[in-house]
């Protein structure tokens, strides 16, 4: 088990979403080579979305597990686009990088249009990496066996992909059973993990998020009245071709807890590895 965990030579990126899947690989991966040597950046992209627990969740891996994790955010200056390095306490909690790159793209995200996968959370570690002097790396992530069909070869010429849970065979079920063994866990409640209202979750998880979490919905909302303005076009103006956030809203006004549990996600209820 522990030759999948082997580090590859050279610089090596472990990319930390912040969920237990990639917690889990970091901790393997550190098991196995005695710890994170310094050629290694442990790296948690932060888009503002993020619920409290998990920025919690990976400060206490952090300090648990004594493994330095660069936090890093989208940034933009003087129309060049670089990244911030925060931490727990400056990370930002109100979705000012999502709302700055919808602001930027005047449109927003959806299915269809992933782009802020790409602009928040793989150009900003990636130009943290290059800002550090690494011109080509290895990067850690954490898709396991029983998802391996999303596992890509990456097309940045910089960067070579490397799936060790793949390699090492690792399903949900034993990430889930390994945590279930930990004296600390990972405590977003089920589907409100990484961005809260993701346009690749459930119709039934954003209905909760309206329920549970009225602030947090509201933000979505506001976002494709944001991008209404900035843009002529309808679809780029809504996270979802199917509803918009108020549209949901008022069915979840109308019909309290009953919602249709149509899952449209099928990467760990949305949340991101």
């Given at each position: ?193 990484n961005c809260d209202g993701c346009f690749m979750k459930s119709e039934a998880q954003l209905a909760a998020l309206c329920?549970e979490y009225p602030e947090r919905a509201e933000w979505w909302d506001s976002m494709e009245r944001k991008a209404t ?23 979840v006004d109308r019909q309290g807890d009953f919602f249709v549990d149509d899952f449209y996600c099928n990467a760990e ?5």
């Open positions: 088990m522990g030759c999948a965990y082997s580090l590859p030579q050279g610089n090596v990126q472990i990319s930390f979403s912040g969920g237990r899947t990639s917690a889990y690989m970091l901790h393997q991966i550190a098991q196995a080579n005695g710890g994170i040597p310094n050629r290694c950046k442990v790296i948690f992209s932060n888009t503002g979305r993020e619920m409290p627990e998990t920025l919690d969740f990976v400060q206490e891996c952090s300090v648990r597990w004594s493994i330095p994790i660069v936090w890093v955010e989208d940034a933009e200056r003087g129309g060049i686009f670089l990244f911030n390095e925060v931490s727990h306490s400056s990370a930002s909690r109100d979705g000012k990088p999502f709302e700055r790159l919808i602001e930027r793209k005047k449109a927003c995200p959806d299915q269809s249009k992933r782009f802020c996968t790409e602009h928040l959370k793989i150009l900003p570690a990636r130009r943290y990496l290059i800002s550090i002097g690494w011109r080509n790396w290895c990067n850690a992530t954490g898709i396991r066996a029983d998802e391996a069909s999303r596992a890509n070869v990456s097309t940045d010429k910089r960067v070579t992909r490397w799936f060790p849970l793949i390699d090492a065979k690792v399903t949900k079920s034993k990430v889930l059973q390994w945590w279930a063994s930990q004296s600390f866990d990972l405590r977003v409640p089920a589907g409100f993990g329920r303005a900035l843009t002529k076009s309808a679809n780029g103006a809504r996270f979802r071709d199917q509803f918009t956030r108020s549209e949901l809203k008022k069915v209820h949305g949340e991101c590895q």
